[in-house]
């Protein structure tokens, strides 16, 4: 920043001594020049100040010393430390001019002083801290406290319109900071020379302006009578130099912010060097870029229609025009299900094409409002028959919604026919079930009633016939005869109650599995452990054999497989009219999470066989076990599947 600062000046100093040659068409010598003494305050910037060796400088040092060379006096000045001595001094001859400001033309003509045309121009403001700047725009100047710079022209205006509290200060810093402690309210002051002041403090953004101008000041010097040739001179001067690029450069200077290393003026500069190959450039750059982005453009479309194109189902393009969806593209398999007539729907709207379907519309339009994919199965009436498609819409960006549409009628009805089947061989094999079932009741009663009695009666009518006979040989041979007969009635009631289960009929279902407890311990040394929490009390007899062959086939599993000696089984009944059967071991289980019964392949066909038993009723099993902590089986029953079913 120092850098740049350094540069300016030494610009704005080369611009300065370049204007003066400019406009000066020759320099006299110094022994023609006319000498006149300035006086000048010592400390007012911007416009007066001292440099470190004495000399002055400031705005209007500066005004008047290209003043001098237009006009080829020479200045000679002199220091003063207020306005009232340099005043004086010009009474008395002592020096030839000073600076008019704060007096007055009309009171100073008495005296036989005369003043100079304006050496600057500046509109006086009125300055207020921003935060007090709403409060203070309502006021009058006669009701706040006011503060100024003595020796100004700016007093003699605050006077005129009778404002009565004024407090004046000797410079121009003095009344900015006057301003920034609550001293005075507002202040008032030509805007630049305040501006510049309060900019060089870095204060002036808490200052702001407030109103309009009050009026304009125009400085100048002022001299006595003596030397109205000398100020008739100097006003030719003036006017020479308000027309000269110098007084703006003066102005730029010492009023103005300055402005960054690389000015307007600067970058213009540069850019009109560099104008002619930059543009070549860039229209050779902007051309290159059109056709690549073009290209690209062209690959990604025909990357994206290829893509379109490859979808195996109908696809169509629908965009969102006049609250309607027009179909504006469709892909090579919407062409073929159609027989190249989908070309004939380009530019129509869903209505037009689906009039009979209000559901399509519908569909595309939440995918549209939703900005999301939605997928919905809809019948549409085609040639006088029902169509059933699968319709999936996604959305993209802006107004499209892509559908794709597969005609699944054929597919529902294979559906619905393989659910039909599916039916009827469940209750096929319900059916056979229960025939079997009726079957086994039979031969069961059978064997009782005419087997099982004839053997009885047989063994009774021997023993009779036994007694009657004291040889030893007929006793042996009759006694081997009634072991066979006995032999023989125990297998007709072991075959009767496989086959037939008397005791779950005639004493219920409780009696069964105490009996079949009974049977694995004697058999296969299994302690069953059965808790009844409750059974229907209405129990069908086909729901009796159900649950009874259920649990046998689950007992003898637990035999085959688990290795353990003791299994739990209990019943339970709910409100929804659900049996529930559960039979626990702790033999040594197995993973059921890792051995999939989804497809009950690798099951018994026993267990398989219920699965689907269940199925068919409207309940189900589930196996939960883990290897060496045993294994659950849950069997739910729905209790009314039974009831009058004939199942």
């Known amino acids: 920043m120092t850098s740049n600062r350094f540069v300016l000046s030494l610009f704005s100093f080369c611009l300065l001594v370049s204007l003066v040659c400019f406009f000066l068409p020759g320099q006299a010598s110094s022994e023609d020049l006319r000498e006149a003494v300035v006086a000048v305050p010592r400390d007012f910037p911007p416009?007066?100040?001292?440099?470190?060796?004495?000399?002055?400088?400031?705005?209007?040092?500066?005004?008047?010393?290209?003043?001098?060379?237009?006009?080829?006096?020479?200045?000679?000045?002199?220091?003063?430390?207020?306005?009232?001595?340099?005043?004086?001094?010009?009474?008395?001859?002592?020096?030839?001019?000073?600076?008019?400001?704060?007096?007055?033309?009309?009171?100073?003509?008495?005296?036989?002083?005369?003043?100079?045309?304006?050496l600057e121009s500046f509109q006086v403001k009125t300055f207020v801290l921003k935060e007090n700047l709403k409060a203070y725009e309502k006021h009058r100047y006669t009701d706040l406290k006011v503060g100024t710079v003595r020796s100004s022209f700016v007093l003699l205006y605050l006077k005129r319109i009778g404002v009565q509290n004024i407090t004046l200060y000797e410079s121009i810093p003095d009344c900015v900071f006057a301003l920034l402690?609550?001293?005075?309210?507002?202040?008032?002051?030509?805007?630049?020379?305040f501006e510049k002041v309060a900019r060089d403090a870095g204060v002036s953004e808490r200052i702001a302006q407030t109103g309009e101008s009050l009026f304009e000041s125009k400085p100048g010097l002022a001299a006595s009578k003596e030397n109205q040739d000398l100020v008739i001179k100097i006003n030719g001067a003036i006017e020479e130099f308000h027309r000269s690029k110098?007084?703006?450069?003066?102005?730029?200077?010492?009023?103005?912010?300055?402005?960054?290393?690389w000015s307007s003026g600067r970058v213009f500069s540069y850019m009109a060097l560099l104008v002619v190959g930059f543009a070549t450039f860039f229209f050779f750059w902007r051309f290159k870029l059109h056709k690549n982005i073009q290209e690209k453009l062209n690959a990604g479309e025909r990357r994206f229609m290829a893509q379109y194109n490859s979808i195996p189902s109908p696809t169509y393009t629908w965009q969102f025009q006049d609250n309607d969806f027009v179909l504006v593209n469709y892909n090579n398999a919407a062409m073929r299900v159609s027989n190249n007539k989908v070309s004939e729907n380009v530019g129509k709207s869903i209505s037009e094409i689906y009039p009979d379907s209000r559901e399509i519309w519908l569909l595309v339009q939440h995918c549209l409002q939703r900005q999301c994919a939605l997928v919905k199965e809809i019948?549409?009436?085609?040639?006088?028959?029902?169509?059933?498609?699968?319709?999936?819409?996604?959305?993209?960006?802006?107004?499209?919604?892509?559908m794709h549409s597969i005609d699944v009628t054929a597919?529902?009805?294979?559906?619905?026919?393989?659910?039909?089947?599916?039916?009827q061989l469940q209750s096929l094999a319900s059916a056979l079930t229960n025939a079997e079932e009726k079957e086994r009741?039979?031969?069961?009663?059978?064997?009782?009633?005419?087997?099982?009695q004839n053997l009885a009666l047989s063994k009774i009518r021997l023993v009779m016939l036994s007694q009657t006979s004291n040889d030893e040989k007929v006793a042996t041979e009759v006694s081997k005869i009634l072991e066979a007969l006995d032999q023989s009635i125990q297998m007709t009631r072991n075959l009767t109650f496989e086959m037939g289960t008397p005791i779950l009929y005639r004493l219920g279902f409780e009696p069964s599995v105490n009996w079949l407890a009974e049977k694995l311990f004697e058999e296969h040394g299994l302690e069953v452990v059965y808790r009844n929490y409750g059974l229907p009390h209405d129990m069908e007899d086909e729901l009796k054999a159900f649950l009874f062959r259920a649990l046998r086939e689950l007992l003898m599993n637990v035999v085959k497989h688990a290795q353990t000696s003791e299994v739990k089984v209990s019943t339970s009944f709910s409100d929804q009219r659900i049996l529930r059967l559960t039979v626990t071991d702790h033999g040594k289980g197995f993973d059921s999470e890792s051995q999939s019964f989804k497809n009950w392949k690798d099951t018994p066909f026993g267990l398989f066989s219920l699965k689907e038993r269940l199925k068919s009723l409207g309940g189900h099993i589930d196996i939960y076990s883990k290897i060496g902590q045993g294994t659950q089986v849950v069997l739910l029953i729905p209790v009314d599947a039974f009831h009058g079913s004939g199942v």
């Open 441 to 452: 009741r039979r031969i069961a009663m059978e064997l009782h009633d005419t087997i099982g």
């Open 246 to 261: 110098l007084s703006n450069a003066i102005f730029q200077r010492w009023y103005v912010e300055e402005s960054p290393y």
């Open 181 to 193: 402690s609550g001293e005075v309210e507002v202040s008032v002051y030509p805007e630049e020379l």
């Open 379 to 402: 019948k549409i009436l085609s040639n006088g028959d029902v169509a059933i498609y699968h319709i999936s819409c996604a959305f993209v960006p802006p107004d499209l919604v892509l």
């Open 411 to 423: 597919k529902k009805k294979i559906d619905a026919k393989e659910k039909e089947y599916r039916s």
């Open 47 to 118: 416009q007066y100040s001292i440099d470190s060796e004495g000399r002055p400088k400031g705005s209007v040092i500066d005004i008047m010393d290209a003043i001098a060379r237009i006009a080829q006096i020479r200045f000679s000045y002199v220091v003063m430390d207020n306005r009232d001595d340099m005043l004086t001094a010009l009474l008395e001859q002592q020096v030839d001019l000073i600076p008019n400001s704060g007096l007055s033309r009309s009171r100073m003509a008495d005296y036989g002083i005369i003043f100079t045309d304006p």
